[in-house]
Each structure stands twice: as C-alpha cells, then as structure tokens.
C-alpha cells in the first residue's frame, strides 16, 4: 500500500504564489506518473499536471504557463509550483501516483490518492 500526503496549501491573493509537495511512502518499487489534479465545488476533479519518471509533463491548458510540475524521484516527492494564482484555481489540489509495489520477487501496481490540500486565492 502506497500512501501520499500533501503540504503547502493555503490563502493566497490573486497574483500570489503557492508550492504544493506531495511525498510517497511504502513498498515503493517504482513510481511511473505522479501528478496533480484539482475539485473545485459543484465541479468533476480534473487533472492539473503531470510528470513520468521519464520527466514528460502534461499540463491542463487553464494552467500553462503558470504552473510548473517538478519531482525529486530519489525522494519519491512531486511539487506543483503555482504562480500568478487567480480566483478560479481554488479548489482542493489532490496529489496522484501510480507504479509498482512489492519486494526484490515479486510486484504489484499501484494507484493512490492524497488526502487533498485547501487552495484560496482571494483578495
């Protein structure tokens, strides 16, 4: 079992910066993609960013240019760095991984969620 736990959430006003972390911890044997998705109320979650093991990133358009993913895979740790922050990206930013469990004879996938982190931008 792989469990996540995010930091860095908060109230920032609009134009302000956020750095969310998200670290990983279990029987870790390979971490593939991590990433970031977001739920804001009344609304689906939705992907923010994402990042292999390879260093391939995806972002979701609304984000671009904004906000940059990163990861420290020795670590098994990704951040979301978030700058020039507006109203519409409060929501609560949940941390994602998926790769592989298990010992040096056997293995197994894994998907895991965090707990989610607050972010307000408000003035």
């Known amino acids: 079992q792989v469990q996540l736990v995010e930091s860095g959430g908060g109230l920032v006003q609009p134009g302000g910066s956020l750095r969310l972390s998200c670290v990983a911890s279990?029987?870790?044997?390979?971490?593939?993609?991590m990433g970031w998705y977001r739920q804001a109320p009344g609304k689906e979650r939705e992907s923010v960013a994402s990042m292999t093991d390879g260093g391939s990133t995806n972002y979701a358009d609304s984000v671009k240019g904004r906000f940059t993913i990163s990861r420290d895979n020795a670590k098994n740790t990704v951040y979301l760095q978030m700058d020039s922050l507006k109203p519409e990206d409060t929501a609560v930013y949940y941390c994602?991984?998926?790769?592989?469990?298990?010992?040096?004879?056997?293995?197994?996938?894994?998907?895991?969620w965090g707990q989610g982190t607050q972010v307000t931008v408000s003035s």
């Open positions: 279990g029987s870790i044997k390979r971490i593939n993609d």
């Open positions: 994602n991984a998926a790769g592989w469990t298990g010992t040096a004879f056997s293995a197994s996938s894994f998907r895991s």
